[in-house]
């Protein structure tokens, strides 16, 4: 079986401040990880995704996220927040041997100006 | 190039009605999901297909069945609608053909109201 939590449901921070969106997963093989934003009344989109090699990713708008395998986390950071990064942030895993992908619940950031 | 593209926008439905959700995507993916979106309880998968002609059950498949006739097309049924029903719906795809792992793409949505 594979899980994933998102233990914040928010997360405010001050324009130009770094910020965090923490993930935590569960796989019982290698895990697959991805984060994906959600804006007001859209669908998803892709930002960034681990699949093996450097723990550290690069992704869309500035962000990046840090695989750690000993703490099973794969937390989302950018250096210096934006009003417009404002929107729902999802982390999403799949086991290197289930077909299927598990959401997490989410994680409502709130840039504040 | 629209992506992927999903009708209606959004329903309001009474209890016991038959409603098909439609998704169209011109990416020639090969994969195709649908998710309901509920507060609190992020995205679950109700139905993928893997390839035309397809389909699997995913996490909460009961009250819905899919069809995958063609590689664009991806409709999503409800034959008996409940209000536990109501939700906002996405349709997703993916394309496997790069390799095992591969990103979603989304759909706008259906916002799906039941009375």
């Known amino acids: 079986a594979q899980s994933v939590a998102q233990p914040e449901d928010q997360v405010n921070v001050a324009e130009g401040n770094p910020l965090t969106v923490k993930c935590t997963y569960s796989?019982?093989?290698?895990?697959?990880l991805f984060w994906y934003v959600q804006y007001p009344n859209r669908g998803l989109q892709f930002l960034l995704k681990y699949i093996t090699g450097d723990n550290l990713v690069k992704g869309s708008y500035g962000f990046e996220a840090e695989f750690n395998k000993s703490q099973t986390s794969f937390h989302l950071k950018k250096p210096s927040a934006l009003v417009s990064d404002s929107a729902l942030y999802f982390c999403a895993v799949r086991d290197e041997g289930y077909q299927k992908v598990t959401f997490g619940t989410g994680t409502k950031l709130q840039v504040i100006p | 190039i629209a992506g992927i593209t999903q009708a209606p926008t959004s329903q309001i439905l009474a209890a016991g009605r038959r409603m098909t959700l439609r998704c169209t995507q011109d990416?020639?993916?090969?994969?195709m999901y649908w998710y309901r979106q509920d507060l609190g309880l992020g995205l679950r998968l109700i139905h993928y297909?893997?390839?035309?002609?397809?389909?699997g059950k995913g996490e909460v498949p009961d009250g819905y069945s899919v069809s995958r006739a063609n590689t664009d097309d991806f409709p999503l049924t409800l034959a008996s609608a409940v209000p536990s029903q109501t939700s906002v719906y996405f349709c997703?795809?993916?394309?496997?053909?790069?390799?095992?792992?591969?990103?979603?793409?989304f759909g706008p949505g259906t916002r799906l109201t039941v009375l």
């Open positions: 997703a795809s993916s394309d496997h053909a790069g390799g095992p792992v591969r990103e979603q793409f």
């Open positions: 796989v019982s093989g290698n895990p697959y």
């Open positions: 297909s893997n390839t035309a002609g397809t389909t």
């Open positions: 990416m020639r993916h090969n994969a």
